[in-house]
């Protein structure tokens, strides 16, 4: 067995002293700063998610055109996603964040100066997905570095909400003006906004640095059912989430709706809610438990976006808010707590991966089968097919669900 090199520190960083980090509290400079990255960045990312509604309305595109080009930003992400994990043991990850933010920054000035949809098109939707996961990736590995272990889950759902509040703020900012100015002027200002979280960067720093165990010594820890099943529940996560931010849009306008605004305020009402004034409960309960209580609902309310009504939008919104509220942090968590500390990088690259594949999968395979058999059967079939998510966790970490205590 490789014998792992202790812990080196990286010279002149405050960071690289947990001690000291954890007893000043949750929030410190650096995680601040990791909270304006998300934020800033999470504001250019969902002036996108109006991208379907665009295509539909001004493209007159299909449903199989539509899931093409929004398929092409979590494509690039589950095939960078296996990487990250190498990449940031190898590289400092605050060089990977600017990256990222230059990547995204460049996409959205792309698209204000792009007026039609084309090969270019794909090509910034490619940028975008690339952004997204190593976004994801490092900030959550570099927050899981600054906090103590039971506060891992109420600091991942913090994180989550500086990006997540911006899928309704984005939107409901970026509709209005895209119906009265056009939408250059919006993925301009998503550009210019992203750019700003260039400066945030520059005050982080990277850290600890941890000897990286070899392929052969971490590869049972990692392909454990422990694991696993979360890795298949990150894929369920992005199923989810990738049927409703695909699809819904252009059901509710066959519908006859024309403002889809409704429904993002009230997921991320109801998300933002659960990460901030229950914030704690995840860490009292046990991840594992609200992971598979989160999953349950999460299946409820894909499946029963099947039978949607305009007046609905709102109230699946808010279904939608409270599973994924509880269990994205409950799930990473999870995830953190199956393997050791200078495995997490690597963990996340799988998790990341299995949740673009999921997002992908829905972008990319079931447009054809939206145009062939129409929406409802395909929220009604992903239901039950997320549910198997809450069975796998069940299964692999049943001591800890079913633990009282």
């Known amino acids: 067995m490789t014998k792992l090199v202790p812990p080196v520190p990286i010279a002149s960083t405050a960071a690289s002293a947990p001690r000291k980090v954890f007893a000043d509290g ?19 990312y969902s002036s996108f998610l109006l991208l379907p509604k665009f295509l539909r309305l ?16 979590p494509i690039a992400a589950a095939l960078i996603a296996p990487f990250i994990g190498t990449w940031t043991g190898r590289w400092s990850r605050v060089t990977i ?19 039609d949809i084309g090969p270019h098109s794909f090509v910034f939707r490619v940028l975008q997905g690339a952004a997204w996961v190593s976004i994801f990736n490092v900030t959550a590995t570099m927050a899981a570095d600054l906090v103590p272990e039971k506060c891992m889950a109420q600091a991942i ?11 309704a703020i984005a939107p409901g900012i970026a509709e209005p003006l895209a119906v009265k100015y056009g939408y250059s002027p919006v993925y301009f200002g998503a550009g210019v906004l992203v750019s700003l979280a260039l ?6 720093t990277e850290g600890q640095k941890f000897a990286l ?14 694991v696993l099943s979360v890795h298949y529940g990150s894929f369920m996560l992005g199923v989810g989430i990738g049927t409703m931010f ?15 605004g409704t429904f993002f305020f009230g997921y991320v009402g109801a998300a933002v809610f659960v990460r901030t004034v229950l914030a704690r409960l995840t860490d009292r309960i046990g991840p594992a438990k609200v992971a598979v209580l989160a999953f349950v609902l999460y299946a409820f309310t894909v499946g029963g976006t099947a039978w949607l009504r305009a007046d609905l939008l709102l109230l699946v919104g808010i279904g939608l808010g409270v599973s994924h509220g509880f269990g994205y942090p409950a799930l990473t968590a999870t995830g953190f707590a199956a393997v050791r500390r200078e495995l997490r990088g690597r963990f996340m690259s799988g998790y990341t991966f299995a949740f673009n594949a999921g997002y992908a999968f829905t972008s990319l395979f079931l447009g054809p089968w939206v145009d062939a058999h129409g929406f409802s059967a395909v929220f009604a079939a992903n239901g039950v097919l997320i549910l198997s998510g809450a069975g796998a ?9 079913l633990a009282l205590a």
């Open 213 to 226: 165990p070899s392929q052969k010594e971490a590869a049972p820890e990692l392909r454990s059912m422990r």
């Open 246 to 260: 695909t699809y819904l849009q252009p059901f509710a306008i066959q519908l006859g709706t024309k403002v889809v």
């Open 26 to 44: 949750l929030f410190t400079p650096a995680f601040v700063r990791l909270l304006w990255v998300q934020l800033l960045f999470g504001l250019s």
């Open 157 to 167: 759902g913090y994180l989550g909400t500086a990006m997540l509040a911006t899928n």
């Open 58 to 73: 001004e493209l007159h595109a299909s449903a199989t055109e539509i899931g093409r080009v929004m398929g092409a930003a």
């Open 97 to 115: 964040l600017r990256l990222a933010l230059m990547s995204e920054a460049l996409a959205a000035f792309g698209f204000a100066w792009s007026g």
């Open 199 to 204: 400066f945030a960067v520059r005050g982080l």
């Open 393 to 401: 966790l069940l299964l692999a970490h049943r001591r800890e669900v």
